[in-house]
């Protein structure tokens, strides 16, 4: 049970009920402004015409965890620096201070992982960008040398 | 009957409720949106509580981050309804019979703790600010090591995540 005295709850009620209405109120109002019909395609995933394939329940890469992982721990400390900024003007120069030693230690995390390419996502774009490059260099360069040559 | 006593019971009816939903949902999403619907019934309670920065805590990390991390875990398992083996009766005998166990145990420690030692009545040590006060003035030294230690746990993470 809650102790006798309590903080102030009615604000955060009614923010709360306003969420709530605000949320129900485009539900409900949407559903009876909204259009509705039933053709051939409306039940396919993409309207558009594209055609689905399989189930969307797929493995996913172990990737996508890790970029979670990051999430977390970034979110953590999020929430320390929020502490800081309610007690700013507290904890003065001194809490200064700390939080920028804390963040100088993220953001050596933040380049760290940049440079180690834990960031990267997909298929190197730049590698094969690169290669492109690269082959079309060797053609363009048989080019330029013939057009010495006339 | 007092509003907080109200609010508490509402809490109370629907984390109960959900908590119990999270248990019995067959499917693992609907497990994780109950558990996410639970978190909020207890950050309602931290909140008549009057702890603040357990509430912001709650809402960000367990609601937000954490469920990430649960909602990956489903789908990196890809947990179909249908791949799911059915367990045979002697494991669920088994996990009966050891929930109920644990049950016991809580319930007599819950029971023979002693509750003189609580401050009744409203404390302001929960409130955002003064933990910002007290975190940044008398324990300023763990702070920036729990950064080494979020540093040491982000490495971590990549050297297991990058074994390829």
Same mark, same amino acid.
């Given at each position: 049970?809650?102790?006798?005295?309590?903080?102030?709850?009615?604000?955060?009620?009614?923010?709360?009920?306003? +969420?709530?209405?605000? $949320?129900?109120?485009?539900?409900?109002?949407?559903?009876?402004?909204?259009?509705?019909?039933?053709?051939?395609?409306?039940?396919?995933?993409?309207?558009?015409?594209?055609?689905?394939?399989?189930?969307?329940?797929?493995?996913?890469?172990?990737?996508?965890?890790?970029?979670?992982?990051?999430?977390? /721990?970034?979110?953590?400390?999020?929430?320390?620096? /929020?502490?800081?900024?309610?007690?700013?003007?507290?904890?003065?120069?001194?809490?200064?201070?700390?939080?920028?030693?804390?963040?100088?230690?993220?953001?050596?995390?933040?380049?760290?992982?940049?440079?180690?390419?834990?960031?990267?996502?997909?298929?190197?774009? @730049?590698?094969?960008?690169?290669?492109?490059?690269?082959?079309? @260099?060797?053609?363009?360069?048989?080019?330029?040398?013939?057009?010495?040559?006339? | 009957?007092?509003?907080?006593?109200?609010?508490?019971?509402?809490?109370? +009816?629907?984390?109960?409720?959900?908590?119990?939903?999270?248990?019995? $949902?067959?499917?693992?999403?609907?497990?994780?949106?109950?558990?996410?619907?639970?978190?909020?019934?207890?950050?309602?309670?931290?909140?008549?509580?009057? $702890?603040?920065?357990?509430?912001?805590?709650?809402?960000? +990390?367990?609601?937000?981050?954490?469920?990430?991390?649960?909602?990956?875990?489903?789908?990196?398992?890809?947990?179909?309804?249908?791949?799911?083996?059915?367990?045979?009766?002697?494991?669920?005998?088994?996990?009966?019979?050891?929930?109920?166990?644990?049950?016991?145990?809580?319930?007599?420690?819950?029971?023979?703790?002693?509750?003189?030692?609580?401050?009744?009545?409203?404390?302001?040590?929960?409130?955002?600010?003064?933990?910002?006060?007290?975190?940044?003035?008398?324990? +300023?030294?763990?702070?920036?090591?729990?950064?080494?230690?979020?540093?040491?746990?982000?490495?971590?993470?990549?050297?297991?995540?990058?074994?390829?």
């Amino acid at each position: 049970m809650p102790s006798p005295s309590y903080p102030t709850l009615w604000p955060f009620l009614i923010y709360g009920i306003l +969420v709530l209405l605000l $949320a129900g109120g485009m539900l409900f109002i949407s559903h009876f402004l909204g259009e509705r019909h039933q053709e051939k395609e409306t039940d396919e995933v993409y309207e558009a015409g594209i055609e689905a394939t399989g189930t969307a329940r797929l493995l996913f890469p172990v990737h996508f965890y890790l970029i979670a992982m990051f999430f977390v /721990i970034f979110d953590l400390e999020a929430v320390f620096i /929020i502490s800081w900024a309610i007690a700013i003007r507290d904890v003065g120069w001194g809490g200064y201070l700390a939080v920028v030693i804390f963040v100088a230690i993220l953001v050596a995390v933040l380049i760290y992982e940049w440079r180690i390419g834990a960031l990267n996502f997909g298929p190197q774009g @730049k590698k094969i960008l690169r290669a492109y490059r690269h082959k079309i @260099k060797g053609v363009n360069h048989n080019e330029v040398v013939d057009k010495q040559n006339n | 009957m007092s509003l907080p006593t109200i609010l508490f019971w509402i809490l109370a +009816v629907i984390s109960i409720l959900s908590a119990i939903g999270v248990v019995v $949902a067959k499917n693992p999403v609907h497990s994780v949106l109950l558990l996410i619907v639970t978190f909020f019934t207890i950050t309602g309670f931290y909140i008549l509580l009057n $702890a603040q920065f357990l509430a912001v805590v709650h809402i960000i +990390v367990y609601a937000g981050a954490i469920m990430v991390l649960f909602l990956f875990v489903i789908m990196l398992m890809n947990l179909n309804a249908s791949g799911e083996p059915q367990k045979n009766n002697l494991v669920k005998f088994a996990g009966v019979v050891a929930g109920g166990l644990l049950l016991i145990v809580l319930v007599a420690a819950l029971k023979k703790a002693d509750t003189g030692m609580l401050i009744q009545g409203s404390t302001n040590i929960g409130l955002i600010q003064n933990l910002g006060k007290v975190l940044f003035k008398d324990f +300023v030294l763990p702070f920036e090591v729990s950064s080494i230690l979020f540093l040491s746990a982000m490495i971590g993470a990549i050297v297991i995540g990058k074994k390829d």
